[in-house]
């Protein structure tokens, strides 16, 4: 099985050995590929991009991935003790396969942590990228010490992860937190991403703020224009901006009425408005919120940078090889 191999280590008198890493972080996107050696800290080494190219197909750019990570390991000249990689879904955790990533056309039932394994001769993982983002933030970013977080990057899209109890929330099989998809009008308009209608990421995520932005009558504007209209004063800006605002709030009001998270984090390109986006949602989301939940609830930006897809991918690595973690069928 291929991720039979990361099981929790042994120690000599059989007792579990956390992880200590470092850890390899290899992160597949629709338009880079990223690879880096992360130590347990969360210190990013040899950090290497390079665009994905994906109409290549897999063979061809899973060796240049695997390129970019021997380049990584010689950069940061250290030893690695497993290798996490993170993807775009539908992908299958426990077995380690991409399914049919939306971002991938033709990348279909690819075993990439038995390719992976076998390029690095360690054990290897893989998840959802939004999900090992969500535990990046949790490991080593915002949501430090929290029990349960939920996660949201909005950006092309909007994606998500969820922690509860301390632990990488995946779903039977690893495409769980699907937070995108979270209805905030259900006759609203059409998602992209799933074909339904009314998905939060039909209203928040950069592409829609860009869209409706243009059916207002602003021209060749792009999220980014939105926001610094906004600022300005534009008024047509304004609005698409506010109401960007109340779907956010909208679809986080549910999320933390069903999760009663400690922190919300927001990551992802939308998320570069800082407080112009987050002072709003926060107002709204704590006047709409069930009781207990608004107590607790803080909702803030994310602490990683760019280097999260890697960081993300190291850090399931480490959550998975943690002993009690199941990390396969075996
Ligand atoms: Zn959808």
Known sequence: MATAGAEAALADDGAAVSPRGPMLGLDIGGTKLAAGVVDIDGAVHGFAVAPSEPGRGPGEGLARLF???????????????????????????????????????????????????AAFDRPAVLDNDATAAAAAEHRF????????????????????????????????????????????????????????????????????????????????????????????????????????????????????????????VIGGGVSRAGEQLLEPVRALVHAQVLEPAERELGIVQAALGDSVGVVGAAAIAFERLAPGVAVGRG
């Open 67 to 117: 390129e970019l990570g021997r380049g990584a390991l010689e950069d940061a000249g250290v030893a690695i003790e497993a290798v996490g990689i993170g993807c775009g879904g539908p992908l299958d955790s426990e077995r380690g396969v991409l399914i049919a990533p939306l971002h991938l056309a033709g990348w279909e039932n690819v075993p990439v942590t038995d390719l992976a394994s």
């Open 141 to 264: 970013g915002a949501g430090r010490g929290t029990r349960n977080m939920v996660y949201l990057t909005v950006s092309t899209g909007v994606g998500g992860g969820v922690i509860l109890d301390g632990r990488v929330y995946r779903g039977s099989t690893g495409n769980g937190g699907e937070l995108g998809h979270v209805t905030v009008d259900w006759h609203g308009r059409e998602c992209r991403g799933c074909g339904r209608r009314g998905c939060l990421e039909a209203y928040a995520s950069g592409t829609s703020i860009a869209e409706r932005a243009h059916e207002a009558g602003l021209e060749g504007v792009t999220a980014a224009d939105v926001a610094a209209g906004a600022r300005a004063g534009d008024p047509v800006a304004l609005r698409v901006w506010e109401e960007t605002c109340e779907a956010l709030a909208c679809g986080i009001t549910s999320l933390a009425n069903l999760f009663e998270p400690e922190l919300v």
